[in-house]
């Protein structure tokens, strides 16, 4: 038996050919049609019991298609649902004052499309049986009038069926997934299935007293304003809107109405409710993600090219000083240059973790309290006034293993946390460190699941609002968040973040009286490796480097500074030149410094090409932004720029080093 019959309406082969496979198998007598004249004389031979309508359509478009089907009186009630890929409310509002009755984005999810169709096709039906007995009973009173003696058993026979009526009327919408009502003339609700009454919390008599007061104070006005023109022109509605449940937890619902009458006198509105709370959430969280991922590429941009600019004046400041005598008046002055530009890449830094734009694939050691303090430093100046920022941090070492893009993404993350948890009124936001030993009993030091050892506990606090147990219940969840738009992850990437470090984190906090966060990080033992185990010192023959990068002030400085290191440098602009110096020198050359945004040949082309010539080179890459995967060999290395010629130094010994 057929659960309906169902016209498919759309230009796209493969979308029609979808949706006929999803509904023929949900037992659906599907229809296509691939234009909208198609499918105006299909319905005007067949008349199908629902419709689904590409909005945009070549010819005749489906919202004339759908005004045409309005127009008609034999078959304007075909209910019909508009499909479309547009996110624009114009779009949907235009669908909707043409006379649909729903509203599917693409891509669309199977489930919810099903039991849209169901719910539309079954309130459809319901309208119809109505409708029906409504017409029934008229004719039934005209004839009890012509035949007087008839009429008391007339009368019991139509009430009886009414009553049978209503049972199963009941039957179905207490069994049905979503909320059903029913109010009268006035507006007041008479009627709500089991499933809207557990949802909602509310009883019967509440909601019928006063349903409003369950919506959202900023859905308020609009919702009663939609409600009150259908009731007064006695037409459908649909809107969403925000409903507070009795537990006070507040939920997003797709609201419709379609209007009663019973003997031809407007009668109320009988209407659904659907839960899309979660629908709202993953639209949002696509919308901000989108956000961050533009915020991502413009801060690699200036990072880019900011970092290449100080990775300049560093070099330049580096040699100067070597040439400059200790007590030259000009010394202080070019120190505090190179100071100045080691400063300003801390800063492009801190943008570029606040846009989630991190490198996670290097770890390095990273020394908390620095970092802590660097991260705080610079969120001072954009804090607000009321907001008093204290920092205590630990005399102690407090090395750690990890990323340091990540691990300025956490501290970032807490902090300005706890600057919102301040909601703009005057409080304090504490942020310390501390070096504290871990024992097997998790109890003792507080800490959660956390094997024997030491770590170091970074704490952010603060004198803001707090949170109930509700809320800190979910707080690590991905895409929760108490602000319906949210930027990124927040605290659900913090607690992964830490949770791959080998770290925990955990809250304490409850409402009106702040909260605490406490993030435990393995302390770095500093034990090298054999690979990290370098030759000290200055020698004339260390080696040829091949150094390539395409700003002219960093290669000159750079290569500068390598040769009076004592190595031999050969320097390259782009990634043509580089490969024509490697082909003549390759034997003699010892390791690659090789930029990962060369003009032309890309650094991935260039390092294939080096690699064919000489499979075990060793190849520095450097980078202002982080790596892009071009590093494949174990003999591969990365410096992120701004770097100092100390650590370019100290990284080339690394990997020119003999084997042990």
């Not at 290449?308 to 002055?333: K, N, R, V, W």
């Amino acid at each position: 038996m057929s659960s309906g019959r169902i016209l498919i309406v759309g230009d796209s082969e493969e979308s029609r050919g979808l949706l006929s496979e999803i509904l023929a198998a949900e037992g659906y007598d599907v229809r296509p049609a691939d234009s909208g004249e198609l499918a105006l004389t299909a319905v005007a031979v067949s008349p199908p019991e629902l419709i689904l309508l590409d909005m945009r359509m070549p010819g005749v478009d489906g919202i004339e298609v759908c005004k045409q089907l309005k127009s008609r009186v034999e078959i304007r009630d075909i209910p019909v649902i508009f499909l479309s890929a547009s996110r624009d409310f114009g779009d949907r509002l235009e669908s909707l004052e043409a006379g649909a009755v729903d509203f599917v984005n693409k891509p669309f999810r199977r489930e919810e499309l099903l039991a849209r169709l169901k719910t539309h096709l079954e309130l459809g039906r319901l309208r119809k049986d109505l409708e029906h007995r409504v017409t029934q009973r008229t004719v039934e009173l005209q004839l009890a009038n012509q035949q007087l003696q008839a009429e008391l058993e007339a009368r019991r026979r139509i009430e009886e069926e009414l009553r049978e009526s209503e049972r199963r009327f009941r039957s179905l919408a207490d069994s049905a997934p979503v909320a059903i009502w029913i109010t009268n003339r006035e507006g007041l609700v008479t009627y709500v299935n089991e499933w809207g009454l557990n949802f909602f919390g509310w009883t019967l008599e509440e909601l019928a007293s006063d349903s409003l007061k369950t919506i959202h104070p900023e859905d308020l006005q609009r919702t009663s304003e939609a409600f009150a023109t259908a009731v007064r022109k006695r037409s459908p509605y649909q809107i969403d809107h925000r409903i507070r449940r009795r537990d006070g937890e507040y939920r997003w619902a797709a609201q419709m109405g379609i209007p009663r009458f019973v003997n031809g006198e407007f009668a109320g509105h009988l209407g659904s409710a659907i839960d899309i709370t979660e629908l709202k959430r993953s639209q949002e969280q696509a919308l901000a993600s989108q956000k961050l991922e533009s915020l991502g590429v413009l801060t690699a941009g200036i990072a880019h090219t900011f970092n290449t600019l100080t990775s300049t004046i560093l070099a330049h400041a580096e040699l100067a000083l070597d040439e400059l005598p200790g007590e030259s008046p000009s010394h202080e002055s070019v120190y505090t240059i190179a100071k100045i530009a080691l400063r300003a890449s801390e800063i492009v830094n801190l943008l570029v973790a606040y846009a989630g734009n991190t490198d996670s694939d290097t770890s390095e050691p990273v020394e908390l309290s620095s970092l802590t303090q660097a991260t705080v430093r610079l969120l001072k100046a954009s804090a607000p006034s009321v907001a008093s920022l204290q920092v205590n941090l630990s005399n102690d070492p407090t090395t750690i293993w990890a990323n340091s893009g990540q691990v300025r993404q956490v501290v970032l993350n807490l902090v300005m946390n706890a600057i919102e948890a301040l909601e703009a009124r005057p409080g304090i936001v504490t942020v310390s460190t501390a070096k504290v030993r871990v024992n097997q009993d998790p109890g003792e030091s507080g800490s959660p699941d956390l094997g024997e050892g030491d770590y170091v506990l970074l704490e952010v606090s603060d004198t803001g609002c707090g949170m109930s147990n509700e809320i800190q219940a979910k707080i690590f969840d991905p895409f929760y968040s108490t602000k319906f738009l949210g930027r990124g992850l927040g605290l659900a990437s913090v607690h992964g973040i830490v949770r791959g470090a080998g770290g925990a984190i955990s809250v304490v906090s409850a409402p009106g009286q702040g909260s605490t966060f406490k993030v435990w990080l393995p302390l770095w033992s500093g034990k090298l490796g054999r690979k990290d185990r370098i030759p000290a010192g200055r020698s004339d023959q260390a080696g040829m480097v091949l150094f390539v990068d395409d700003d002219d002030g960093l290669r000159v400085g750079s290569a500068s500074a390598l040769q009076r290191e004592g190595y031999s440098v050969l320097a390259a602009r782009d990634g043509l030149a580089a490969i024509q110096l490697f082909e003549r020198h390759f034997r003699q050359i010892d390791a690659v410094v090789l930029d990962l945004t060369l003009p032309g040949l890309s650094s991935r082309i260039v390092c294939d090409e080096i690699r064919r010539l000489k499979p075990d080179a060793r190849v520095l890459f450097t980078s202002a932004n982080g790596t892009d995967g071009s590093s494949s060999s174990i003999n591969d290395r990365w410096l992120r720029k701004p770097y100092q010629i100390g650590e370019l130094v100290h990284t080339l010994r690394e990997m020119m080093a003999p084997a042990d």
